[in-house]
T-cell receptor, first 114, second 115 residues
Framework: AQSVTQPDIHITVSEGASLELRCNYS??????LFWYVQSPGQGLQLLLK??????LVQGIKGFEAEFKRSQSSFNLRKPSVHWSDAAEYFC????????????FGTGTRLTIIP | DAGVTQSPTHLIKTRGQQVTLRCSPK?????VSWYQQALGQGPQFIFQYYEEEERQRGNFPDRFSGHQFPNYSSELNVNALLLGDSALYLC??????????????FGPGTRLLVL
């Protein structure tokens, strides 16, 4: 069965500082990996996704993520955060065949301080 | 182009009652998935509808049922509500047939409170 672990429940960073959110997955083969962001009262918005090929994936809003097979990780990074990045971030894994069922982690809440 | 819409936005019910939540997919999408997001948790997959059939189901009891209409909109029904059913219910739409490769677009959700 596929699963996702986001070890950091809450992270606080200063505006302008760099950010890295951790994600570890469990899956029998190479999975499809996703990062979503959820602002208060909003649905989920896709930041980026990895299917195959280049292990460094660029997304929207200046985010990127790196797939590391040896570590079963897919960490999200941003070189300089903005106050508007404060939100809940979810990592998700999907099977590389068949249907579109996604398995989400428990999320990391990001707080930005001035 | 309207995105995924859900109604109602908020709902309060009492234990034992039944509830129906509605979802209209993004234009051009034919697949609808439903997720339950409890407070402080990530979304949990309930089920998915494609071509008016339930294609896959997560670990949810039969109290949770759904339907997809010919126009691809969908309903989620929950019978015999329990306090633990209080959550944000998210609908996601996608273009079927491509597996997880196809991006799922999420609606804003319906927040259900069971008293």
């Amino acid at each position: 069965a596929q699963s996702v672990t986001q070890p950091d429940i809450h992270i606080t960073v200063s505006e302008g500082a760099s950010l890295e959110l951790r994600c570890n997955y469990s899956y029998g083969a190479t999975p499809y990996l996703f990062w979503y962001v959820q602002s208060p009262g909003q649905g989920l918005q896709l930041l980026l996704k990895y299917f195959s090929g280049d292990t460094l994936v660029q997304g929207i809003k200046g985010f990127e993520a790196e797939f590391k097979r040896s570590q079963s990780s897919f960490n999200l990074r941003k070189p300089s955060v903005h106050w508007s990045d404060a939100a809940e971030y979810f990592c998700a894994v999907g099977p590389n065949f068949g249907n579109e069922k996604l398995t989400f982690g428990t999320g990391t809440r990001l707080t930005i301080i001035p | 182009d309207a995105g995924v819409t859900q109604s109602p936005t908020h709902l309060i019910k009492t234990r034992g009652q039944q509830v129906t939540l509605r979802c209209s997919p993004k234009s051009g999408h034919d697949t609808v998935s439903w997720y339950q997001q409890a407070l402080g948790q990530g979304p949990q997959f309930i089920f998915q509808y494609y071509e008016e059939e339930e294609r896959q189901r997560g670990n949810f009891p039969d109290r949770f049922s759904g339907h997809q209409f010919p126009n691809y909109s969908s309903e989620l029904n929950v019978n015999a509500l329990l306090l633990g059913d209080s959550a944000l219910y998210l609908c996601a739409s996608s273009l079927g047939g491509q597996g997880a490769r196809e991006t799922q677009y999420f609606g804003p959700g319906t927040r259900l409170l069971v008293l």
